[in-house]
């Protein structure tokens, strides 16, 4: 298991985003997916928006959020939302959470390797 300090190393050049999903601003891991130009889905709704704090966002997370040709999900929010790249993460990491997470992703691991392979085959998009 990593030490606080790594974790804070490995931290320290994660960009802050937001999830599509729940709203939350933060560095935890994400399911990003590349939509297509002619695709809307990923812009998000006033209403959804209405509910985002945007206080404290740094320009470049407001920016990715509304440029909506991206989905960027906590893996958490995207397995629930039926991913299943995401819902097997989950289940490896035993549904680990912010550092615990980033450290579950970013260690070797045969059953995660398992899990990229399955995400890298038909673009899974959560």
Same mark, same amino acid.
């Given at each position: 298991?990593?030490?606080?300090?790594?974790?804070?190393?490995?931290?320290?050049?994660?960009?802050? $985003?937001?999830? %599509?999903?729940?709203? =939350?601003? %933060?560095? !935890?891991?994400? !399911?990003?997916? =590349?939509?297509?130009?002619?695709?809307? *889905?990923?812009?998000?709704?006033? @209403?959804?928006?209405?509910? #985002?704090?945007?206080?404290?966002?740094? *320009?470049?997370? #407001?920016? $990715?959020?509304?440029?909506?040709?991206? $989905?960027?999900? !906590?893996?958490?929010?995207?397995?629930?939302?039926?991913?299943?790249?995401? =819902? *097997?993460?989950? @289940?490896?990491?035993?549904?680990?959470?912010?550092?615990?997470?980033?450290? *579950? #992703?970013? =260690?070797?691991?045969?059953?995660?390797?398992? #899990?990229?392979?399955?995400?890298?085959?038909?673009?899974?998009?959560?």
């Amino acid at each position: 298991m990593a030490t606080k300090a790594e974790v804070a190393k490995i931290n320290s050049g994660r960009p802050t $985003r937001f999830c %599509d999903v729940c709203g =939350q601003s %933060d560095t !935890h891991p994400r !399911h990003v997916v =590349q939509l297509p130009p002619d695709d809307t *889905a990923g812009t998000p709704t006033d @209403e959804w928006l209405a509910g #985002v704090d945007l206080s404290g966002a740094t *320009a470049e997370s #407001v920016r $990715r959020l509304m440029a909506g040709d991206l $989905r960027e999900r !906590h893996l958490d929010c995207c397995a629930a939302a039926g991913c299943p790249t995401c =819902q *097997a993460t989950e @289940e490896i990491t035993d549904g680990a959470r912010g550092d615990d997470l980033i450290v *579950a #992703v970013t =260690q070797p691991s045969e059953l995660l390797d398992k #899990v990229r392979a399955v995400g890298t085959e038909g673009g899974q998009d959560g």
